[in-house]
C-alpha cells in the first residue's frame, strides 16, 4: 500500500463524507449534525479501545481482531478529519501545533 500526504487523506475522506451525507438525506431527510459526527466518532474510538483489550489477550472476540482493529483505527482518524472539517479547523494546522507543543514540551 503506498504512503498518502495527509492532502490527500483530507480531500479523499471529505469526498466519503458527502456520499453518506447523501444517504443520511436519503434515509432520514436531513444530514447529521456536527454533534451526531462526534457520538460516531466515539462510539468507534470505544470499539478501537475492546479490539485493543481483544489484540492484547484481554478480551475475547470471534478472532478477526486483527482487522477490525486496523479498520477502526483508520475509520476513528476518519472522523477527526471530517470533525476537523466540519467545524473549520484544517486538521494539518493542529497536528504542527500539537506536534510543535509537545516537542517544546519535552526539550525543555
Same mark, same amino acid.
Given at each position: ?8 487523506? #483530507?480531500? @479523499?475522506?471529505? &469526498?466519503? @463524507? ?15 449534525? #456536527? ?12 470499539? #478501537?479501545? @475492546?479490539?485493543?483489550?481483544?489484540? &492484547?489477550? @484481554? ?47 519535552? &526539550?525543555?
Amino acid at each position: 500500500m503506498k504512503d498518502m500526504n495527509l492532502s490527500e487523506v #483530507v480531500e @479523499r475522506s471529505v &469526498q466519503i @463524507r458527502k456520499h453518506y451525507h447523501n444517504l443520511e438525506k436519503q434515509y432520514h431527510e436531513k444530514e447529521w449534525s #456536527v454533534e451526531e459526527d462526534a457520538l460516531a466518532f466515539l462510539t468507534d474510538a470505544g470499539l #478501537v479501545g @475492546r479490539l485493543t483489550m481483544s489484540q &492484547q489477550g @484481554r478480551w475475547l472476540t470471534n478472532g478477526k481482531t486483527v482487522p477490525e482493529l486496523e479498520y477502526k483505527l483508520g475509520e476513528c482518524i476518519w472522523w477527526i478529519i471530517i470533525l476537523a472539517e466540519r467545524m473549520d479547523i484544517k486538521i494539518s494546522d493542529a497536528m504542527e501545533k500539537f506536534l510543535s507543543k509537545k516537542e517544546k514540551l519535552l &526539550q525543555d
